[in-house]
């Protein structure tokens, strides 16, 4: 595999860039504390700053790795922190790697997480070489799946039971996933 980082991604809307130590306010603002964006995740909406200014210095701290892939989503016209897009696990002797991303709720509904989906897909499967690049989410959240499908991931089926929400209720899993050499740009 060939290991970039988080480089600089551009797409027709979006910027997706490294996160900053300062974007630690806007992140918490925009998105890390909203319950309602972390309705269906493992972890819960941040109760203060404090706690989204450790998880981005962790961020931070990771960017000295090659492997460590975490992108800032901004708008191309602002450079405001609007949501992520990690590799939120990674097996290097499958070549595989799970995405997990989030969004500011005020911009759901517009097509920017799959635009920001396609163009991490494309880089991972295309540059870095990833084998695999796959994503799972809660089946109690449709909005998801339809990220990862019009990116251009395929189902590949539903574990049931298989996760935790942040509250602690077991949940069933839809995974899809994308292959290098058969995963085809999507049209966002």
């Known amino acids: 595999m060939k290991h970039t980082g988080s480089v600089l991604l551009q797409t027709e809307r979006l910027v997706l860039r490294p996160f900053r130590l300062e974007d630690a ?17 493992s972890w819960r909406a941040h109760q203060n700053a404090g ?3 450790t998880v981005v210095a962790s ?10 892939y ?28 799970e995405l997990g991303y989030c969004l500011s709720r005020r911009l759901w509904g517009q097509g920017y997480m799959t635009e920001a989906a396609t163009a991490v897909l494309d880089h991972l499967l295309n540059r870095v070489e990833y084998e695999r690049v796959f994503a799972r989410h809660n089946t109690k959240n449709p909005a998801s799946g339809a990220v990862m499908r019009k990116a251009g991931m395929v189902l590949e089926g539903v574990s049931r039971r298989a996760a935790k929400t942040n509250t602690g209720e ?3 899993v839809a995974l899809y996933a994308a292959l290098r050499g058969e995963w085809r740009r999507a049209d966002v």
């Open 25 to 41: 306010g806007a992140v918490y603002k925009n998105w890390a504390s909203d319950p309602e964006v972390t309705r269906y995740l």
């Open 59 to 68: 961020w931070c701290k990771d960017y000295r790795k090659p492997h460590g």
């Open 170 to 172: 077991f949940c069933d």
């Open 70 to 97: 975490h992108w800032c989503i901004t708008l191309r016209e602002a450079d405001e922190p609007l949501g992520g897009i990690d590799v939120v696990h990674a097996d290097e002797f499958l070549a595989s790697a």
């Open 51 to 53: 706690v989204t200014r």
